[in-house]
Nanobody, 122 residues
Framework: QVQLVESGGGSVQAGGSLRLSCAAS????????MGWFRQAPGKEREGVAI???????SYAESVKGRFTISKDNAKNTLYLQMNNLKPEDTAMYYC????????????????WGQGTQVTVSS
């Protein structure tokens, strides 16, 4: 059974940092493109960052230079290091995976986690 479990969310003040983790089980992340998405109350879900199977990365303009996506294939875990957090980063953060990159880029990943809440206060 495929499962993605996020952790690491919490409440921080603006300028602070958090590191999100997404532990995968039931499949090998090295064979999938993986990404982080977020959804704030009353807003549509948006892509934050994607890491391709070959390790290349892609970021939303709003987080470039502040967030870093990475993965540890040996631990079968995806990460999102978030620095210089802003109140507008407040959202539920989800990890997702798909073998088809375009599906993930469209926010239609095959596998999704349950989400972890990030709250940034000013």
């Amino acid at each position: 059974q495929v499962q993605l479990v996020e952790s690491g969310g919490g409440s921080v003040q603006a300028g602070g940092s958090l590191r999100l983790s997404c532990a995968a089980s039931g499949y090998t992340i090295s064979r999938y493109h993986m990404g982080w998405f977020r959804q704030a109350p009353g807003k549509e879900r948006e892509g934050v960052a994607i890491i391709f199977i070959d390790g290349r990365t892609s970021y939303a303009e709003s987080v470039k230079g502040r967030f870093t996506i990475s993965k540890d294939n040996a631990k079968n875990t995806l990460y999102l290091q978030m620095n210089n957090l802003k109140p507008e980063d407040t959202a539920m953060y989800y990890c997702a995976a798909d073998s088809a990159l375009f599906q993930l880029q469209l926010g239609r990943g095959k596998f999704w986690g349950q989400g972890t809440q990030v709250t940034v206060s000013s």
